[in-house]
């Protein structure tokens, strides 16, 4: 690598010295049929860099990816990814925006624009954007983008729209874990303690215990009298995850 960036540098120096050299933007040395699999690439070694945290060498590959070809939706939808991680949310929705006047229908493109809008504390737009996603048809996992509207609506403090939310996507998928978990937690606010108890059931069959999961299983159990998991949760939280807001909010509520 070293020695191409070498080679590199010295032709540039070359052009400079004999005034006889042009450049040409990568734009214009891609042939119209390859540009389509330029985007694709670049977006795809976007996403690595995201995921390693090159978020400047990731900004760069998507614009090369737009500028390949502006009509790839999957590489605006990402930039409105990385503008989000970055905390420009102003260019995050402007890029979501045109990604899905390229391609209204994409479910991910959706979903992932209303996990933002949702982040942001626009919630009744982040549920409309999960809702459009499962209009698709072709969405294989429309449980997921009905989970998230119920996470949503329960940041909002919207109970019923989140309990309708979690419910639909228990009868899509009555073993995705996120929704099962969140009923528990919602029928616990509900002081529904019962049905709060069998959801965490279902839920432990699938999931792993959270910080979350094992303090809904205390305030259940106080309620029900179950000694014996309530002494079962509280070692698990204090052991697993001492450090965690839940094991202080447990050793509040003891008056520890």
């Known amino acids: ?25 990568p734009k214009e040395n891609i042939r119209p049929e390859d540009r389509g699999k330029v985007a694709v690439i670049n977006t795809q070694i976007a996403i690595e860099y995201v995921s390693e ?7 760069a590959k998507l614009n090369k990816a737009v500028a390949a070809d502006p009509n ?7 930039m409105g990814l ?4 970055i905390g420009e ?13 390229i391609d209204p229908k994409s479910s991910s493109i959706l979903n992932n624009y209303g996990q933002v809008l949702c982040q942001h504390g626009r919630h009744e737009q982040g549920q409309a954007m999960f809702l459009r996603a499962i209009e698709n048809p072709l969405y294989r996992t429309p449980e997921i983008a009905l989970s998230n509207a119920g996470t949503c609506a329960m940041a909002a403090d919207d ?22 978990l969140q009923m528990a937690l919602l029928s616990v606010q509900l002081e529904r303690f019962l049905p709060a108890r069998a959801y965490l059931q279902r839920y432990l069959e699938i999931g792993k215990h959270s910080p979350q999961s094992l303090w809904t299983g205390i305030q259940i159990e106080r309620e029900l009298g179950d000694k ?3 002494a079962s949760y509280r070692l698990l939280l204090e052991k697993e995850f001492p450090d965690s807001d839940e094991a202080r909010q447990y050793l509040e509520s ?3």
């Open 72 to 78: 790839y939706a999957p590489a605006r939808g990402t």
């Open 159 to 180: 109970v019923i729209s989140a309990e309708k939310h979690f419910r639909a996507a228990l009868t899509i998928n009555p073993r995705v874990a996120p929704p099962l």
């Open 82 to 85: 990385l503008y989000n991680r």
């Open 228 to 230: 014996d998991a309530l």
């Open 1 to 25: 690598m070293t020695r191409m960036l070498f080679q590199s540098a010295l032709l540039l120096l070359g052009c400079a010295l004999l005034n006889g050299c042009t450049t040409t933007s």
């Open 53 to 59: 945290g090159d978020f400047e060498a990731a900004l």
């Open 254 to 256: 003891e008056g520890a």
């Open 89 to 101: 949310f102003d260019d995050a929705d402007e890029n979501f925006k045109k990604a899905l006047r």
